[in-house]
Nanobody, 124 residues
Framework: QVELVESGGGLVQPGGSLRLSCAASGFTFSNFWMNWVRQAPGKGLEWVSAINNGGGATYYADSMKGRFTISRDNAKNTLYLQMNSLKPEDTAVYYC?????????????????WGKGTLVTVSS
């Protein structure tokens, strides 16, 4: 069965960096778009970034552009999110999500599998 397992979260000071990973199994990883989605405390889900199956096309929410970088290693079935210049408002649980469609989407109900998330806390 499909499994997505995030790791790499933790406590970081404002201005710091973290790299999240998502290990995927149970499907042909290299065939699908993948996404990062986050949920801040007390708020709804927010789409963060998407990457196409080959890794050559990436998309970001406006507030993450220039600070976050999504990437993937299809040989390792792993998705990454490099987060730089972190701000307190980036504090959230970050989820890895598999697209259920074969095109770019930021629509959450078009993502058919989700990991359990990893908590990122940005605080001094």
């Amino acid at each position: 069965q499909v499994e997505l397992v995030e790791s790499g979260g933790g406590l970081v000071q404002p201005g710091g960096s973290l790299r999240l990973s998502c290990a995927a199994s149970g499907f042909t990883f290299s065939n699908f778009w993948m996404n990062w989605v986050r949920q801040a405390p007390g708020k709804g889900l927010e789409w963060v970034s998407a990457i196409n199956n080959g890794g050559g096309a990436t998309y970001y929410a406006d507030s993450m552009k220039g600070r976050f970088t999504i990437s993937r290693d299809n040989a390792k079935n792993t998705l990454y999110l490099q987060m730089n210049s972190l701000k307190p408002e980036d504090t959230a649980v970050y989820y890895c999500a598999k697209a259920g469609v074969y095109y770019y989407t930021y629509t959450l109900n078009e993502m058919n599998y989700w990991g359990k998330g990893t908590l990122v806390t940005v605080s001094s």
